[in-house]
């Protein structure tokens, strides 16, 4: 055979060669890999290729580092983030959820009527957030609903979203609201939707609950609301974690409704979306008065012997149920 011959031969038997070592690797990349069963894996922001292999080997994703370099090489960027990885996924499925960025979607839920200083304490307790927040938002500032977020993003990040979704909500709220409300400002209808918010929880509530702090405002009444008492005495910081009594309604603080007439400077929690609305487009009535009626709702009146009477009838019930203080009318 001819030298010619020779290398030809030789080149094709490299060739054949090659492209068995191609086509072995491209069934291992889409064979099924280790994993017997999902696991969660961080890729920390800034990992190279081989840092990314070796935190998949470590974890049993895969079993060959270098043949996941190899084949990362051919895919495009892989982005960092929390992946959920399920049992017996292939080296090609993980390149491509890398290369997507489908990472894990996590979750934090605002509740309606938390202070901005218990919303900052729930966001310090989510381990997958990361950094601080330098200061306490102004109560009413934060919308409560669900967000949506990724492993490292920053709470202040979050708190952001919270603010911008309070702005927009309270934008279109404020443009759909009814004439002639006794106040003329959406930080005024904020402190009154605050102070519904943490008045009652039953959503059918919300608008008699308006109504009646209305009717209160247009007679030059005080609102003589419990929340803003708490308020006032734990410097809105959380609950109060006690009754409230008699000498507490003599604490001297503009946001203690019982010593000033009219809304306080501003709200004292952060109030949901259906408080907001009630606010706005309050229930119209003649009640002046509510009172606890022992089943978890409240019960109105419209002048004050028949709210004395709700109280007795409370107060009742405080006694059977050996708990509470003093009832004030509210």
């Known amino acids: 055979?001819?030298?010619?011959?020779?290398?030809?031969?030789?080149?094709?038997?490299?060739?054949?060669?090659?492209?068995?070592?191609?086509?072995?690797?491209?069934?291992?990349?889409?064979?099924?890999?280790?994993?017997?069963?999902?696991?969660?894996?961080v890729i920390p922001r800034g990992s190279g290729l081989e840092a990314i292999a070796l935190t998949l080997d470590d974890a049993g994703v895969i079993d060959s580092p270098l043949l996941f370099v190899a084949g990362a090489k051919f895919t495009g960027p892989l982005k960092a983030g929390e992946?959920?990885?399920?049992?017996?996924?292939?080296?090609?499925g993980i390149l491509e959820m890398m290369r997507q960025g489908h990472t894990v979607?996590?979750?934090?839920?605002?509740?309606?009527?938390?202070?901005?200083?218990?919303?900052?304490?729930?966001?310090?307790?989510?381990?997958?957030?990361?950094?601080?927040?330098?200061?306490?938002?102004k109560n009413g500032s934060l919308?409560?609903?669900?967000?949506?977020?990724?492993?490292?993003?920053?709470?202040?990040?979050?708190?952001?979203?919270?603010?911008?979704?309070?702005?927009q909500a309270m934008a279109e709220a404020w443009k759909a609201r009814d004439?002639?409300?006794?106040?003329?400002?959406?930080?005024?209808?904020?402190?009154?939707?605050?102070?519904?918010?943490?008045?009652t929880g039953i959503p059918a509530e919300r608008g008699k609950v308006a109504g009646v702090f209305v009717n209160r405002l247009q007679a030059d009444m005080k609102l003589q609301s419990d929340p803003t008492v708490i308020f006032a005495l734990t410097d809105g910081n959380?609950?109060?974690?006690?009754?409230?009594?008699?000498?507490?309604?003599?604490?001297?603080?503009?946001?203690?409704?019982?010593?000033?007439?009219?809304?306080?400077?501003?709200?004292?929690?952060?109030?949901?979306?259906?408080?907001?609305q009630a606010a706005l487009h309050p229930e119209r009535h003649e009640f002046l008065y509510f009172?606890?009626?022992?089943?978890?709702?409240?019960?109105?009146?419209?002048?004050?012997?028949?709210?004395?009477?709700?109280?007795?009838?409370w107060r009742d019930v405080q006694r059977r149920q050996n708990g509470g203080g003093d009832t004030p009318p509210e």
């Open 83 to 92: 992946y959920a990885f399920p049992a017996g996924i292939s080296i090609d």
């Open 105 to 137: 979607v996590r979750r934090f839920t605002v509740p309606e009527g938390l202070t901005s200083a218990q919303v900052l304490a729930l966001l310090e307790k989510e381990p997958a957030l990361s950094g601080e927040v330098k200061a306490v938002p």
């Open 179 to 199: 004439q002639n409300l006794p106040f003329d400002t959406p930080q005024q209808a904020l402190t009154l939707a605050s102070i519904v918010e943490k008045e």
């Open 238 to 276: 959380g609950e109060l974690g006690r009754a409230l009594t008699r000498n507490d309604w003599k604490f001297e603080s503009p946001y203690n409704t019982y010593q000033v007439t009219g809304l306080p400077p501003g709200p004292i929690a952060n109030p949901g979306r259906a408080s907001i």
């Open 291 to 313: 009172v606890a009626d022992g089943g978890g709702g409240h019960v109105f009146a419209k002048t004050l012997p028949d709210h004395n009477k709700n109280v007795a009838k």
């Open 143 to 167: 919308l409560p609903e669900t967000y949506h977020y990724s492993y490292g993003d920053t709470r202040a990040g979050l708190i952001d979203r919270m603010q911008h979704a309070m702005d």
């Open 1 to 41: 055979m001819g030298w010619g011959l020779r290398i030809a031969a030789t080149g094709l038997v490299a060739l054949t060669a090659a492209g068995g070592i191609v086509f072995w690797g491209a069934l291992r990349v889409m064979a099924p890999g280790p994993l017997d069963h999902a696991e969660t894996v």
